[in-house]
């Protein structure tokens, strides 16, 4: 969890985390270091009134907040994953090595630290059975260091960046920001360690040109060069560097990035400047998540998209399978995916456009079928697998409530939303909305439709990525949000706990659900 003062906290709706409730059979796994306060702040979520309430009607929030806080990047959310995972009991596996895996085992393993793959076998699972996937992604659009860094203006020090994704980059202006991301160390025994690092405090800025310098920037609207003004200020030059002779400054060759931020990173790391081989840095505001609103029905944050669907995938897997008996009548694999670089394409060796997680099936169906002959197992198994790609979704603007289709308008707090496009942008068809929705129907949680404008373009996801990678069938749906790709993001508390209790029924029931419409 992002260290964040007393003082910070009291001035934060995030700081009552500690009174939300959490699931009993979970709470070792999922909570993390709390925060002890002399007051008695009102519990945030719409629970029963009993003291004892089930793990049914507990709400995740608490534990979205505290993740959002920790992962602070792309590493961070699957390092802060792979951790609940583990103390949950999940096995940790190695893609280098052999796999002995067994009926009722729970497994995961990570790529490049950006991407996660975990998976549930069900005691019943015969060879040929179908995968049951929730597939994420890890990344949000953000700001990151050049590789070299180091620019000085004007006897100011400034951080050279690229942009990553499509972001509202005029949102960035005038914001706390700072450094996370990996760091390379060189060990003393001559190894090296991958290292993750967060510089907690604010330690960047980019200013917005004052209006008696721009005085039509309120008709004529914010159009910053992305090259020229979105160029973070680090620190101002000292004065005895600012005197130096070029040819001697710290902007020569050899420092690619400035030796004050290599120092703010050594000393983060305990580590000799020297030692730090390379670095991986995003560019970070520093404010907390937290909740908002008049009646704390917002959840303000960053990286919504798409670590709220990311963190309810994770958690409905783990809950749906952290108590003894939760899979012994399971005949499928209940499998949660969580992809880096979606933002940009995914085409990567941790995006959704690899082969990681159709590989992975490969081989739990190869280690699982031990002296079974049948060269079709994995056929079979996709053809009975089901995919539900989860990423945030646009709900309507009431400001510009004609940008969206009059009949298709997703409204926060109303449930997950699925999303529909005859070009498949999206991959869902009439068959796997009605099974989706089916889940949710059985449970009573709500569902909504959406369609984008014919007037308009629409985006996509890893749904048709992954759905046409082997041919699998696909839903895509989202949790509703506004802000999309923001600095900071807006969506509706109670559809994190719809969400993760649609999640968590999709692992437990589909199977049931599945196998009494026949479509071929």
């Not at 929030?61 to 505290?66: A, E, P, Q, T």
Request: glycine share 6%; with cysteine.
């Amino acid at each position: 969890m992002a260290a964040i003062s007393r003082v910070q906290l009291l001035h934060h709706p995030s700081s009552v985390f500690s009174r939300l409730p959490h699931s009993p059979s979970s709470s070792f796994a999922f909570s993390l270091r709390r925060r002890k306060f002399s007051s008695s702040p009102p519990l945030l979520c719409s629970l029963s009134s009993s003291s004892s309430s089930s793990s049914t009607n507990a709400s995740i929030v608490g534990d979205l907040l505290d993740y959002l806080n920790e992962s602070w990047t792309q590493f961070h959310a699957t390092a802060e994953a792979k951790r609940q995972l583990i103390a949950a009991g999940f096995h940790l596996l190695n893609e280098n090595d052999e796999w002995d895996l067994k009926p009722g085992g729970r497994y995961f393993f990570t790529r490049n630290m950006s991407c996660l793959v975990a998976f549930a076998i069900g005691e019943k699972y015969i060879v040929g059975n179908g995968f049951h996937v929730i597939a994420a992604h890890t990344d949000s659009p953000c700001l990151k260091l050049k590789p070299k860094s180091a620019s000085s203006k004007s006897n100011y020090l400034m951080l050279n960046v690229q942009t990553y994704g499509g972001g509202l980059w005029h949102t960035w202006f005038d914001r706390d920001l700072s450094v996370a991301g990996r760091v390379i160390v060189r060990a003393s025994d001559g190894s090296f360690l991958h290292k993750l690092v967060k510089v907690k405090r604010p330690l960047l800025r980019v200013p917005t040109l004052a209006i008696h310098l721009n005085r039509t920037v309120n008709t004529d609207g914010f159009k910053p060069n992305l090259e020229t003004h979105l160029v973070p200020l680090l620190a101002t030059k000292p004065e005895e560097e600012a005197a130096e002779p070029k040819e001697k400054s710290s902007l020569s060759s050899k420092a690619v990035h400035h030796p004050l931020l290599m120092q703010i990173l050594s000393d983060e790391l305990c580590c000799d400047v020297d030692d730090i081989v390379n670095i991986e840095l995003n560019i970070c505001d520093t404010q907390p998540s937290c909740l908002g609103g008049a009646n704390n029905e917002f959840i303000f944050s960053g990286r919504l998209d798409n670590l709220a669907s990311s963190y309810c995938a994770l958690r409905a897997l783990v809950d749906s399978c952290g108590s003894p008996g939760d899979l012994s009548s399971e005949h499928a694999i209940r499998m949660v995916a969580l992809f880096d670089n979606e933002e940009v394409g995914s085409d990567s060796f941790q995006g959704a456009g690899a082969p990681t997680m159709f590989q992975a099936m490969r081989r739990i169906v190869g280690s699982l079928a031990n002296s079974y002959g049948g060269g079709s197992a994995f056929d079979r198994a996709i053809r009975q697998s089901f995919l539900v790609s989860a990423d945030m979704a646009h709900g309507v603007h009431p400001n510009f409530m004609d940008k969206h289709e009059e009949h298709h308008r997703p409204e926060m707090r109303k449930g997950l939303v699925i999303k529909h496009n005859a070009n498949q942008r999206y991959a869902t068809s009439g068959v796997t909305a009605f099974l989706f929705k089916e889940v949710g129907k059985i449970h009573n949680l709500p569902t909504q439709d959406f369609v984008v404008r014919n007037d308009m373009g629409c985006g996509s996801t890893i749904g048709p990525i992954l759905a046409s990678g082997v041919g699998i069938r696909t839903v895509d749906c989202g949790i509703a949000q506004l802000s999309m790709h923001s600095v900071r993001e807006v969506c509706g508390k109670d559809d994190i706990d719809i969400a993760y209790k649609h999640f968590k029924a999709f692992y437990q029931i589909f199977s049931s659900i599945d196998r009494k419409l026949i479509v071929d």
